[in-house]
């Protein structure tokens, strides 16, 4: 079996895997995930007891973890979870990194 060697991080510190486009990246760049109730809450501040699941603040790695289940088989729990409360927070987060950005120069 031949395994395919990945470029290694630029960073240092922990690195771990989108649940959605399943890309390697630093724990810094990506939001935690944990199950509360049958619901998936967002951890920002990485503090809430329990199993994670990472993922890119970014909604089509969310529809991307969704549209594979990938977050039952990564947090481990049996049947369907609610993803209200992730979905909001990331369309928030991305609502606020595009009003941050400059608008575009015209030329």
């Not at 890119?56 to 549209?67: G, S």
Request: aromatic content about 2%; proline content about 11%; hydrophobic content about 35%.
């Amino acid at each position: 079996m031949v395994r395919r060697q990945e470029p290694a991080p630029l960073t240092t510190g922990p690195v771990r895997t989108c649940v959605g486009c399943r890309a390697r990246a630093s724990d810094s760049e990506l939001l935690r995930a944990v199950v509360r109730d049958e619901t998936v809450v967002p951890d920002p501040r990485r503090r809430l007891p329990g199993r994670g699941a990472w993922l890119h603040p970014d909604p089509a790695c969310l529809r991307a973890a969704e549209r594979r289940r990938a977050f039952p088989r990564a947090l481990r729990v049996q049947g369907p979870l609610d993803l209200a409360v992730l979905t909001a927070h990331v369309e928030s987060v991305q609502l606020g990194k595009t009003s941050q950005e400059p608008p575009a120069a015209d030329e």
